[in-house]
């Protein structure tokens, strides 16, 4: 049953301090996305990745959040310092790009990560 | 960029009864799609209409889509106590870049 994996499933962190979270996608899917999701934003997507490359972060606070992907079967995202407002439950989903076209964009979403800066 | 609207926010009704979500969008789309998540859960794929077809069925669940008002409605016939959830429009762009515009979610609850 292929799912996407993201770890942890909860933090609990301080202001200040770093936080990565990781996200194994689907294996043979070639595009990864990270979202934020807040009550107040609904959900926000801060990265996307294709092939391993980044398309398009503009979405991501750049001074404090990075996103990459070091090998295919893993994507990361990190803040550092958190800060309060950063507390979300964050999403990585993953989809599949055909070369021949005929994109039917279909995102699979992991479980996310509930992030709590205190 | 294209934002998926869904009205009404908030739903609630008895389990058997049917419930609709409208979606509105502003710009051309390649294919809109809806997704459940549950509390605590990530969203789930329920179904995806191109732009070129009007209305769409899978199991419980019709998607009706009309591209000259922009508007996508999602129905659920003879709902359940599991149907309680938040329902997300999304719209997928023509260009096909993979990216999803979502909506900010419809919440159903379904009362048994």
Redesign the interface.
């Known amino acids: 049953d292929a799912r ?1 994996t993201q770890t942890p499933r909860h933090k609990v962190t301080e202001m200040g301090q770093e936080v990565t979270m990781r996200c194994q996608p689907i294996l043979g899917h070639n ?1 990864v ?1 990270w979202y934020r999701q807040t009550m107040m934003q ?2 926000e ?1 801060l990265a ?1 990745f ?1 092939n391993r490359a980044p ?2 972060d503009s979405g991501m606070p750049k001074d404090r959040f990075s996103a990459e992907m070091p090998d295919a079967t893993l994507a990361t995202l990190k803040i550092q310092p958190s800060e309060p407002r950063d507390s979300a439950v964050y ?1 990585c ?1 993953s ?1 599949l ?1 055909l070369v021949t ?1 005929g ?10 990560t509930r992030l709590s800066v205190l | 960029s294209q934002q998926g609207e869904e009205d009404p926010q908030a739903l609630s009704i008895q389990e058997g009864e049917n419930a609709t979500m409208n979606c509105s969008y502003k710009t051309s789309i390649n294919n809109l799609q809806w997704y459940r998540q549950n509390s605590g859960r990530g969203l789930v794929h329920l179904i995806l209409i191109r732009s070129n077809e009007r209305e769409k069925h899978s199991g419980r669940l019709r998607v009706t889509l009309d591209t000259s008002k922009k508007s996508s409605s999602l129905l659920i016939t003879a709902s359940r106590a599991a149907d309680t959830a938040s329902y997300f429009c999304a719209t997928a762009p023509v260009w096909g870049n993979n990216r999803l515009a979502f909506g900010k979610g419809n919440q159903v609850v379904v009362i048994p």
């Open positions: 996407v595009t996305f609904g959900l997507l996307y294709r398309l398009d999403f989903a989809g790009v076209g994109v039917e964009n279909i995102q699979y979403f992991g479980a996310g």
